[in-house]
C-alpha cells in the first residue's frame, strides 16, 4: 500500500520540484534584472550629465543604441510569451480531450454497474481520480506560467546585465 501511495505522489514531487526551482530562477533573474537595470540607468543618466555639459564629448554610440536594444528585448520577450503561450493553450486542450475521455469512461461505469451501491462506488472512484489528475494538470500548468515569465523576461534581463556589464568598463 506505501509503495503505491509513494508511486502515485512522485509525479507530484517531481512536479513540485519542478515549479520551486523555476520559481527560484525566475525570482533570482528578477533581481538580478533590477540590480542591472538600477546600474544602468544611474550610469546613462551620468552619461547624460557629461553630455549637457560636454554635447561633442558625449557618448553617442551609448545614446544611439538604448531605443534599438530595448525595442529588441521587448520584440523578444513578447515573442516567447507568445510561443508560451501557445504551449500553454495546447496543454489545456491536451486536458480537456483527456477529461473528456474520462469522463466518458466514469459515466460508462457509473450505468454499468447494476444497482445503487456499484453506482456509488464507481462514482466515488472517478471523483478521486478526478482530484488526482486535477492537482497534476494544476502543477503542470503552474509550470508552463512560470516556464512562459522566464522565457519572457530572459530577453530584458540578457539586455540589462549586458548593459550594466558593458558600462562598468
Given at each position: 500500500?506505501?509503495?503505491?501511495?509513494?508511486?502515485?505522489?512522485?509525479?507530484?514531487?517531481?512536479?513540485?520540484?519542478?515549479?520551486?526551482?523555476?520559481?527560484?530562477?525566475?525570482?533570482?533573474?528578477?533581481?538580478?534584472?533590477?540590480?542591472?537595470?538600477?546600474?544602468?540607468?544611474?550610469?546613462?543618466?551620468?552619461?547624460?550629465?557629461?553630455?549637457?555639459?560636454?554635447?561633442?564629448?558625449?557618448?553617442?554610440?551609448?545614446?544611439?543604441?538604448?531605443?534599438?536594444?530595448?525595442?529588441?528585448?521587448?520584440?523578444?520577450?513578447?515573442?516567447?510569451?507568445?510561443?508560451?503561450?501557445a504551449r500553454m493553450g495546447e496543454a489545456m486542450a491536451r486536458f480537456l480531450v483527456e477529461e473528456s475521455a474520462f469522463m466518458a469512461k466514469a459515466a460508462g461505469s457509473v450505468m454499468a454497474s447494476g444497482h445503487a451501491g456499484g453506482m456509488m462506488a464507481a462514482q466515488a472512484q472517478a471523483t478521486m481520480a478526478w482530484f488526482g489528475r486535477m492537482a497534476v494538470q494544476s502543477g503542470a500548468m503552474c509550470l508552463l506560467a512560470l516556464e512562459a515569465q522566464g522565457a519572457a523576461l530572459a530577453p530584458i534581463h540578457r539586455a540589462a546585465t549586458g548593459n550594466a556589464t558593458r558600462l562598468r568598463a
Amino acid at each position: 500500500m506505501d509503495q503505491i501511495l509513494m508511486s502515485n505522489l512522485m509525479p507530484s514531487l517531481t512536479a513540485a520540484t519542478d515549479v520551486l526551482a523555476s520559481a527560484n530562477r525566475n525570482s533570482s533573474q528578477t533581481g538580478e534584472l533590477a540590480l542591472a537595470a538600477a546600474e544602468v540607468v544611474l550610469r546613462r543618466m551620468t552619461l547624460g550629465g557629461i553630455a549637457m555639459v560636454n554635447p561633442a564629448g558625449a557618448d553617442h554610440a551609448e545614446f544611439a543604441r538604448m531605443v534599438p536594444e530595448k525595442t529588441r528585448a521587448f520584440a523578444d520577450a513578447g515573442t516567447a510569451l507568445a510561443s508560451q503561450s501557445a504551449r500553454m493553450g495546447e496543454a489545456m486542450a491536451r486536458f480537456l480531450v483527456e477529461e473528456s475521455a474520462f469522463m466518458a469512461k466514469a459515466a460508462g461505469s457509473v450505468m454499468a454497474s447494476g444497482h445503487a451501491g456499484g453506482m456509488m462506488a464507481a462514482q466515488a472512484q472517478a471523483t478521486m481520480a478526478w482530484f488526482g489528475r486535477m492537482a497534476v494538470q494544476s502543477g503542470a500548468m503552474c509550470l508552463l506560467a512560470l516556464e512562459a515569465q522566464g522565457a519572457a523576461l530572459a530577453p530584458i534581463h540578457r539586455a540589462a546585465t549586458g548593459n550594466a556589464t558593458r558600462l562598468r568598463a
